[in-house]
């Protein structure tokens, strides 16, 4: 097969600093030591992706272009570096987008979420909109051939789903999503899978609710139009819940989310805020007798398993999350059609 | 209300040592301080009942008859002792069959499904197959008044099912419950609430199979028949699994269960084996990394917390699981119909 | 020995709303049933016996005087109410000070520490600067009769300490205690006594500091002098530290503290900030994938078996932390010294 | 430094099937991809040692002469290979024996300790009773150059010791140690460490028992002259222990130390049975509600940094567990004093 891997291919990079990408004839990859080729038949935008376009304050300070963008990616392997034997050429796999050392404490005690040297894809090197990327063996994830390719292409995205809603029980549980952005949505379909007596979904947008309705919220909250407080207290009979799985990052929703916290609750925040901000911890965490977890990334193979065992059985269904396609010529459109608010996952096929 | 309960009532006892059970006037019992007198609405029969109702050797060493026999059991206060304020006359109850001290060692840390001085009804002390029986008030759990009775009266049984099937966490896993009884067949219907990769079960009766597959079990597998060992394996591509439910108390269901899984793995053991027998703790424990958990009853009172999250949401379903249905005077022909092993839940309506 | 009680005692009570207190002659108290009245031996000062002192904003939203005040006794059993069983007169006993319905979500789950319906003696009913003080049976925890009357007295608050060290796995561990009053210098000697790899100790005061370093504290700082990220981070090779205790409540010692956590670390939160306050979640919890507990009491009754655990074994020693004695009658004296904040416990003797 | 490694070494072999050992000069390895080689400073004796010069069962099935035996090495660094970087040569190093592949499911989700293709130097392949070792990076330990040669050539064995020990929390609780080898006695010392309530020790040997109470056990127990179970009993108030520690192997034991559990109590189990043998699931487990954990092994690499915080704080102190030093070329003489019994660990010096 390695006949066939041209010379160059379709990149979308950050050719400068400033704000835009472009589509570029770029080399494809070589690959060094343990890594392997994969060539990409599905990619989809994120967040960050989006601060990557926009060169906000964060990419100003963390990115050094050029490079290729894109760190949601699925494909087939095209090539393997000597002594691989985790993957083989033909593999339908998804990618992790972040690398680890292997090496650092957090490494070597089985938490490679938080290794101090991460490397993310598409960030701090060459990603993958484009038809070829190149990363370390151990971060190609076999998938079953079969898998859809729409759902594949989530799975780096949906382990931040997982990551969050699987750090505590949620099993016959009151849980509060704050924030039904893709991973939101997601972390609703996993809280539902797990067991969850009753998932309740806050969001500004209605397009969003109606989304995380069909995913499985058992009652959604548009905040700019319910007091969120009154309409969680009467669906719990005054209770509040036992878990609230922070995806918004918005203060409001935060403050929200803890005053709905009943005591012993417990808290998972994967949302990032615009900055620090005043914050109650007497009530929202001491009296509270709160646990609160900082989510990142996905833990390291568990998270992976986790997601396989939830997709092959069925427990969760991705396969209506992405609700636009298009070519990778066609990328400043989707970061358009992404930028509305009005999407779920956006997706570009090759 | 007090004014309509009568000095005596219908009552299934132990008369004396010996076999089988008889229907007689029997006093309605005093409240003692801080007991409710519960009106009962329905009972089923527990695979303790035959123990007692067939005299065996467990039965000679524990029962002192004359009692009134009978532990799952459903009703409506009747009448409260001063000072009882968690429930009031009228509620409707389920009970839990447990009445502990709350005083020793277990029960002031929060482990009451130990404690040292347990006392359960229909064993040590007057149980429910009668018009009506006295507990301590926190015995008597608040249901929605919409719960069927067919529900309710099953909670102390599913009780043991969720204690068992919530003691690791099994969402994304493997799990295989071995032993088909009622209480099995709950388990395996908890499992795949919370979400598990697949649940195998295996029995030797196809009659209780066929309930097995009906609550949901992936794969079902008479041992009589199939070799067990093999056709998990298949299923599992060679892996084995993460969680065994041990619900038969037969050896053999025992050594094919830590056959089976995988290394690391976790088992609950609730069936009680008929005595001590030839067991390989170096392979099945020691090798394995494996952790083995005992279950007694339910957790107080945070395993009826789960049923009723359980139950509210939907994720599981208990209104099929009651085969058989008697008055109570017909308590020999529900018997009979229990020893036969061609039954789910027998419950006698009043 | 009931005859020996007599109708009136010395009690100290706030006696209207404003600040001070008043030594008044008081009517011995009722026991109800399920209570036992308690001979006081001694009793010692706590920050809340400030607040209420100095009637400042809570102390004016929370309190209705008259009433006696103290929440940290030992005693003697005087006399017990019918049936009760778990202690008998003549037991010497120390107080729990939260009394628990043991009837709502939280006690019937084993976390009565965040009962909804607590009430603190001394606080929303009759304390223990007194006499004799009636309790709830449970409230009374019999301790060896050995035991030196200035440990006993201890227990409530060192309860707290074990609460908050024990909140997570220490061993082996590099551990910061920021705040060094009497909690936080238990916290330090419990932390040590579980096998912590280093404890670091940060206050304002060198008199607390000293209590800290003869307490265990392997290195103590005070953050007026020193900068302590660097003297945590020269001490630990630039790794920071992964466990914080935190005592204080100051927002600068609770930045600091998460500014030394290492990634994936864990926080127990004791400590009440004078407000809210500008966090920064994203830096301090997300990011770091650290893992946040509010601590509230004490945990019933773990926390008082883990306490005589660690007494009667000696890993904890507690009988140099009394640093003064007082006559009841010297209560203003005794709260002078107690504000000077040059001392470690206050007790009185009776 | 390279230059000055010779062609040839010493080095303790298996030479063919069947029991002893032989001394010979042998080719020193060559380092593979990712591998170092590290000189030996010193070697200690294990049980598994015994095993392989007796030639047993286990030893006839498993090993596959010739080869170097040993796999308790402490050495330093002399040669890499391209690419590590997580040693360099001269670096002080004690080695990880268990070589795992980083690529199962138990590698990949932070459990190596039960890696599913796990070599184990000195058994598998080539160990270290030899001038000269070849190991992969990863299992080269970097130590504090100041640690005793006498200290750092037990940290693979002290290494189960922790595991075990830590395998469940035992501050504050009574524990037994059932088997006082040189993992029983470093267990004892890791309990202590971690602030244990009492920790009592059984063994047949007066010499292990005195070790043991060296080590810190509070109470010794010789089986052979003492009611075990009445022994414990009385020192615990007839409470029985909160923890077991089963090192023995011996049903005898094991049969003792689940006798003497409490409820709800835990066992971590690393001792080896000689075969299956009749155990009471129900009354040991099952009605116990009973946690058993079985133990393979160290955590890779949690238990190593365990390790290197209870030896750097000065916790525990291995000091004095080396009874007897000799020079390789009298092998012989050491396994006839390891053989004796009366010994505690016995250390080749190079």
Redesign the interface.
Known sequence: MTGSIPETMRAVIKAERGPGLQLVEWPVPEIG?GEVLVKVRAASICGTDLHIYNWDEWAQSRLKPPFVVGHEITGVIARIAD?V??VKVGDFVSLESHIVC??C??C????E??C?NTQIIGVDRDGGFADYIAVPA?NAWPNDPRLPLRVAVLEENFGNAVHTA?AQ?V????VLVTGCGPVGIMAIA?AK??????VFATDISDYRLKMAAEAGA?LTINVMKTDVINAVLDATCG?GVDVVLEMSGAPSA?NQGFALL???GEVA?????P????????TH????????????GRR???TW??????I??G?VDLTHLVTHEFDLEEFDEAYKVFMSGESGKIMFHF
């Open positions: 030591p002594n034997t985790s292997n090496e404490y957090y070597r005690t089985g938490r979420y938080i101090e151990q699987m029980d099993s016959a549980k009151y996993v899978a797990a067991g969850a007596r009753r058992d209770e935060i009943k005591y012993g925040m994967l949302g990032l805020t900055g620090p901000f005043t914050f109650d911890l007497n965490i001491v009296f509270k007798g709160a646990i609160v977890r900082g989510i990142v390291l193979w568990d398993y986790q997601m396989r065992g939830l092959e059985s427990a």
